[in-house]
């Protein structure tokens, strides 16, 4: 069998033309194309990429903004607490200094409304225990009432303490006046008698004792050495009175002012 090596020939150009031809205007379009579609593949993915950085980077900004956010509303709360616990001192700072004043001022006028009802119970005190010696006076006006009083005077100077004494005494040798005998009524002889030897004998042996009646005297005797006074009568009692009172309406005051 013999081989046409120009046959052969022409068919190899044929090929060769034939691949030139593939390669020019079949495989060189399709790789570009391919190539522009890699490329067209690669921008997206790297502007995906790009896009998810970008996200990434927002939402740190984003836990950034939400933690300084979180943190500022934490120095507000802290600072609004602050601030309220202040204020809610000083109110009741304010409170309790408003109430102390009031409490003051109410014990203030508590002491003055004392003072002006012990006034006004003793002056009527006075005023009753008045009326009753007067009438105790008028209904045993036949008995010696004078005399039985300038005894018990004198019995209380016969069992003075000797402190009491010594007292008087001092008083009794500085004085460079009589001693005063005070009485609520005029007293017989008799009891002057008594009660000038009881000062003599139990007090001061040489001084002279002058006799007086006092209107504020009630059913007793008054002696007055100097600046140094005895004294026994219904006065003494109306003075204890006095004091139970306003020993009352203290207690009073202090109970109302612990509950206040």
Do not use: C
Not at 73 to 91: G, I, K, P, S
Not at 191 to 207: G, K, L, Q, S
Not at 221 to 240: F, K, M, N, P
């Amino acid at each position: 069998m013999q081989i046409d090596w120009l046959t052969v020939a022409a068919q190899l150009v044929n090929f060769l033309v034939l691949i030139w031809l593939l390669r020019r205007f079949l495989y060189g379009p399709i790789t570009a194309a391919m190539a522009r579609r890699e490329q067209r593949i690669a921008d997206r993915l790297a502007d995906a990429r790009h896009a998810h950085d970008d996200a990434e980077a927002e939402a740190r900004a984003l836990r950034e903004r939400q933690r300084a956010l979180e943190e500022s509303r934490e120095a507000v709360l802290a600072q609004a607490r602050a601030d309220a616990d202040a204020l809610r001192a000083r109110l009741e700072r304010d409170l309790r200094e408003e109430a102390e004043q009031k409490r003051a001022a109410w014990l203030d006028h508590l002491r003055a409304d004392r003072a002006e009802i012990v006034l006004l119970m003793q002056k009527r005190m006075a005023g009753h225990v008045r009326e009753v010696v007067r009438r105790i006076l008028a209904d045993f006006a036949d008995t010696d009432l004078a005399a039985q009083i300038a005894t018990e005077f004198a019995l209380r100077i016969e069992t003075l303490e000797e402190e009491d004494r010594q007292r008087l005494l001092a008083a009794a040798l500085k004085a460079r006046e009589p001693a005063l005998v005070e009485s609520g009524v005029a007293l017989p002889s008799a009891a002057r008698a008594r009660i000038t030897r009881a000062i003599h004998d139990h007090i001061a042996d040489r001084i002279e004792v002058e006799y007086r009646t006092g209107a504020d005297l009630l059913l007793g005797i008054r002696l007055t050495l100097g600046h140094q006074v005895l004294e026994w009568s219904a006065g003494r009692y109306l003075d204890r009175i006095e004091t139970l009172f306003g020993e009352s309406l203290d207690s009073a005051a202090s109970e109302a002012a612990d509950a206040a």
